[in-house]
């Protein structure tokens, strides 16, 4: 297993399921809605595993998702999110278009009114959400496909690592939908507004090279050499102090809303604290705060 590989306690790595009818995470028998999740010390692992279906997507695993991401161990500081077999993600799974057993076909869906439709979409972006929290950096090991909801869930991660044969495709358009896994605003950051337009409304695959070139993969490696790039990242990011860590990824996700005085002053906010974490107690008595 990918985890196993991956640096971390050395302990064995827990297997935790999250089936859409438990309220809480457990621990013990693998997914059944096609996602799997491993902890290993302060590394999870999400891992896509229905490769026979090039882990194409459902809403129960969208939910199984949401719940991991609520209930992820604090101690957890990593997020890999790979894909099993020759495909990161084929997006949304197409049988839902028209019914799948045990799932909502989209007629049903589209039946729902405006609040209930709100709140249900709402829920499915809920599994992307969580990705990008400030205590935690995600990371996409992408091989192979990564269309439409794939595309999206590798926009959710904070990095991107990607083998030479990974293609991009945001295909929602095609379909007639729109992307809304919250992959709309990571990818005009990334690759800014006309490159975004015309990825989405050609509905064209993007390659290892072009994405790389785009910004949207930070490092492109041959294909055999995906679990070693990401497990090499991982290791430089847990070189460096959790709290600081956590601290310029709060800034560095708010630089962008914020002006520049803001920005400045929510540096100072966030060095304060550093260094009265750091330095405090080494103070001669009475020093900090003697200004106030
Ligand atoms: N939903 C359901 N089943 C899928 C999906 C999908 N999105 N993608 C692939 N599969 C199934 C195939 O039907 C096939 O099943 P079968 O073995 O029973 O025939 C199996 O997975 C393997 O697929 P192949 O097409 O044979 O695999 P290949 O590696 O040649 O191609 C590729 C992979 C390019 C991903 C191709 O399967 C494909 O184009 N899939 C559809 C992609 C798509 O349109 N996704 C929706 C995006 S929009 C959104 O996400 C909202």
Same mark, same amino acid.
């Given at each position: 297993m990918a985890d196993a590989q991956i640096g971390g306690s050395g302990e064995r790595p827990a297997e935790v399921s999250a089936s859409p009818a438990d309220e809480t995470i457990s621990a013990g028998a693998p997914a059944e809605v096609g996602v799997r999740f491993e902890v290993d010390g302060e590394i999870a692992t999400v891992t896509l595993c229905r490769p026979e279906r090039r882990n194409a997507q459902t809403p129960a695993m969208w939910s199984a998702l949401a719940r991991f991401g609520e209930h992820l161990p604090e101690q957890v500081r990593i997020v890999v999110v790979r894909g099993e077999g020759p495909s990161f993600s084929a997006g949304l799974d197409l049988s839902l278009l028209t019914g799948a057993p045990g799932q909502r076909s989209f007629s049903e869906i589209a039946a729902l009114d405006d609040a209930a439709l709100d709140r249900l979409i709402a829920e499915f972006q809920r599994g992307f959400l969580? /990705?990008?929290? $400030?205590?935690i950096v995600s990371i996409a090991a992408v091989q192979g496909h990564a269309i439409g909801a794939g595309f999206q869930l590798a926009l959710a991660c904070d990095l991107r690592i990607a083998a030479e044969d990974a293609k991009f495709c945001m295909k929602e358009p095609a379909l007639g /939908?729109? $992307?809304? /896994?919250?992959?709309t605003k990571p990818l005009v950051e990334l690759v800014g507004l006309p490159r975004a337009i015309e990825m989405c409304l050609t509905a064209r695959a993007v390659d290892a090279a072009e994405a790389e070139r785009y910004g949207l993969a930070e490092r492109v490696v041959p294909a055999g050499d995906l679990d070693r790039a990401v497990n090499e990242l991982v290791t430089s990011l847990l070189a460096i102090d959790r709290h600081a860590a956590a601290a310029t990824k709060r800034l560095l996700l708010g630089a962008r809303h914020r002006t520049l005085e803001e920005q400045a002053a929510a540096e100072r906010s966030e060095q304060m604290v550093r260094l009265r974490t750091l330095f405090a107690s080494l103070a001669p008595q009475g020093s900090v705060g003697a200004g106030n």
């Open positions: 969580w /990705l990008r929290r $400030p205590e /939908l729109v $992307p809304d /896994l919250t992959g």
